[in-house]
Every structure is written in C-alpha cells, then in structure tokens.
Nanobody, 121 residues
C-alpha cells in the first residue's frame, strides 16, 4: 500500500552509482512537481532535486553535476540517478509529489516511505 513506492536504495562504495525509483499511484493527478528529499541523522530534511511538469529541474548545490532527476510518464515513475557518490550523501532519500486525488480539493504533498542510501568503503 502507498501512493508512492520507492526502491533502489542500498550500500555503495564512494565513487559508485545508484538509481532510485519512485512509482507514483495513478490515483494522483494534476501533478505539478516531483522531487527527492534526503535526511541524515541529526540533520534537517534537505531538498535534493525537483522536476516540474514543464521539465524544469533544480538541484541542491551539493549534488549538482552528480545527480539527475527524471521521469517516465508511461511507467508513472520518478528517478534519481546518483553518480560519484560521497560518504556525505548517506541519508534516507524520500520521494515527494505535489498533486491531488480529487478535483475539489487543493493539491498537497504526498510522501514516500523513504529508502536508505549508505555510501561507505
């Protein structure tokens, strides 16, 4: 169960790569933004990357040039490709979608359960 289902987390060595997947339920429509956040122990939740319906992307300065957010409309899935991973990238990564399930309500945030990414040698 869940409107956002994440996968792809795990353990990787520094310099390695991972791809996170977020499958979005078809019950969510009028999606105006998708994104990935991360939260490390003792730190506030940080916005990593966003993707709008107009395919405009934004990235945190700490991941620019290394991470890429994308989507596959046919599969209704959001991806986060992470390359050149560093130990400081270790965190729980959380998928976020701004949309709605009923037309008479305003859009709101939907959140995934989070997936652990650990970068260590």
């Amino acid at each position: 169960q869940g409107e956002l289902v994440e996968s792809g987390g795990g353990l990787v060595q520094p310099g390695g790569s991972l791809r996170l997947d977020c499958a979005v339920s078809g019950s969510i429509f009028h999606i105006n933004r998708m994104g990935w956040y991360r939260q490390a122990p003792g730190k506030e939740r940080e916005l990593v990357a966003t993707l709008t319906g107009a395919d405009i992307t934004t990235y945190a300065d700490s991941v620019k040039g290394r991470f890429t957010i994308s989507r596959d409309n046919a599969k209704n899935t959001v991806y986060l490709q992470m390359n050149s991973l560093k130990p400081e990238d270790t965190a729980v990564y959380i998928c976020n979608v701004v949309g709605r399930t009923v037309w008479w309500q305003p859009t709101r945030d939907y959140w995934g359960q989070g997936t652990q990414v650990t970068v260590s040698s």
